[in-house]
């Protein structure tokens, strides 16, 4: 095919641009391999921060040349690419030191993202490219990670994998039982929301280890702040002296839980929960500003502590939850039709003893459905609250005298805040 200069003439702003960008792109990815290149001493990498950027150009160019030329020249520029790093790779092999293929790949990723950048795919390739250089510079984190992994907890990602992205296809649609109210897809996807901020609660609490009493407590709550109410109110009476601290850890993660639920809303129901984050935003700042000046009395010492928190996902526990959803659905319902509105705001109260999530999610599937976004709010926090006084009764029953006298400032921060919004609505 002949070219003219005339074709040539059309290169504009728009082509600078892209250009531009997979320049941007590249550096970027060569950069941090030269550091990493240069962080690891008597190692030899056969492309830094100049390869990795004209790569990326070259992507760019190849991807714009074959829109002159044909298609054909993209394959060829790209087989080129991958036969220099097969023989790279092969020569480099032969040196001493244990070498992988990171650096080799994100080389052809790179040229693949330059001739997306030519495509106007520029978001996208910039979402690679920071995955990439997430995956390239926290490689020593990553690996920490994986060594502290046990089966146990490599086996529930697994489950949640399988769970959410192969058994939720499969299940029916159509509504079954009293009222016609169930649906196994829909419950399927409440338990795959609950499970999965569960488990990556429970990772980070792995991950970042809950030195310190008040961080375990913060991060417990994540997963179960009434399993650090639990562990702490025992603790606080066989060491008296460390009853402060556990009282601000527990007042953190019953807080904790108000953020916790806003997520859920808002990935059901981003309508309601753009209406809820007013009364959560002012529970968590009185809850976690009493706390904060609580742990200012003692000039932030504070002592080591772990939570032995319970892997939050398994089958069992998974059908727990499908199960107990469905009976607060029908609760909420039934509730409903015998007393009215007067109906959800008891079956708050009761579900809300036990779990706060399943009546969370209801109530943000019913406001989608068309019910009232006041009512559901309240609901909400009604559950939130019941659930909180069943921790304070926690502490009251199982703790120390000293973290009683602490906790009970949180908790009062809580209700009075909580109590607050319910009777500044009522009257507005």
């Given at each position: 095919m002949e070219i003219g200069a005339s074709q040539f003439s059309d290169l504009n702003l728009v082509h600078l641009i892209g250009l531009a960008s997979s320049i941007g792109i590249g550096f970027l990815i060569g950069m941090e391999r030269q550091f990493s290149k240069e962080a690891i001493e008597h190692q030899e990498q056969f492309a830094g921060i100049r390869t990795f950027t004209m790569v990326s150009m070259f992507g760019f160019i190849s991807a714009l040349l074959s829109t002159f030329v044909g298609d054909w020249v993209f394959g060829l520029t790209l087989a080129c690419v991958f036969a220099f790093v097969v023989v790279s790779y092969v020569q480099m092999s032969k040196m001493p030191g244990n070498r992988g293929g990171t650096s080799e790949f994100a080389l052809l990723i790179t040229f693949t993202l330059g001739a997306l950048v030519f495509y106007k795919?520029?978001?996208?390739?910039?979402?690679?490219?920071?995955?990439?250089?997430?995956?390239?510079?926290?490689?020593?984190?990553?690996?920490?990670?994986?060594?502290?992994?046990?089966?146990?907890?490599?086996?529930?990602?697994?489950?949640?994998?399988?769970?959410?992205?192969?058994?939720?296809?499969?299940?029916?649609?159509?509504?079954?039982?009293?009222?016609?109210?169930?649906?196994?897809?829909?419950?399927?996807?409440?338990?795959?929301?609950?499970?999965?901020?569960?488990?990556v609660g429970y990772m980070i609490a792995k991950f970042m280890g809950q030195k310190g009493t008040v961080l375990a407590g913060l991060i417990g709550g994540f997963v179960s702040s009434t399993s650090v109410s639990l562990a702490f109110s025992r603790k606080s009476k066989e060491s008296k002296s460390s009853s402060f601290f556990y009282a601000v850890g527990i007042i953190l993660a019953c807080t904790i839980m108000f953020p916790r639920i806003l997520f859920e809303v808002y990935i059901v129901n981003a309508n309601l929960a753009s209406q809820l984050h007013i009364p959560i935003i002012?529970?968590?700042?009185?809850?976690?500003?009493?706390?904060?000046?609580?742990?200012?009395?003692?000039?932030?010492?504070?002592?080591?502590?772990?939570?032995?928190?319970?892997?939050?996902?398994?089958?069992?526990?998974?059908?727990?939850?499908?199960?107990?959803?469905?009976?607060?659905?029908?609760?909420?319902?039934?509730a409903s039709i015998q007393f009215g509105d007067n109906g959800f705001y008891l079956a708050g109260a009761i579900s809300g003893i036990t779990d706060v999530d399943a009546i969370t999610l209801s109530m943000a599937k019913i406001e989608k459905a068309g019910g009232s976004t006041r009512?559901?709010?309240?609901?909400?926090?009604?559950?939130?609250?019941?659930?909180?006084?069943?921790?304070?009764?926690?502490?009251i029953v199982l703790g120390s005298i000293e973290l009683r006298k602490t906790a009970l400032w949180g908790f009062f921060a809580i209700f009075i805040s909580g109590f607050a919004y319910f009777f500044v609505s009522y009257i507005y």
């Open positions: 795919m520029i978001l996208f390739a910039l979402i690679i490219m920071v995955v990439m250089l997430l995956l390239l510079a926290f490689k020593p984190s990553l690996h920490l990670f994986v060594e502290k992994l046990k089966r146990q907890e490599l086996l529930a990602i697994i489950f949640f994998v399988v769970m959410s992205a192969l058994v939720m296809p499969f299940l029916p649609k159509e509504n079954f039982g009293p009222y016609k109210l169930w649906n196994l897809k829909e419950i399927w996807q409440m338990v795959v929301i609950v499970s999965g901020t569960s488990l002012i529970i968590t700042c009185a809850g976690f500003g009493t706390a904060v000046l609580i742990y200012k009395v003692e000039n932030g010492n504070h002592s080591n502590n772990e939570i032995a928190l319970k892997n939050p996902l398994d089958f069992l526990t998974a059908l727990k939850f499908a199960l107990l959803f469905a009976a607060v659905q029908w609760l909420v319902k039934y009512l559901a709010i309240q609901t909400i926090l009604i559950a939130a609250l019941s659930n909180t006084l069943v921790k304070f009764f926690i502490v």
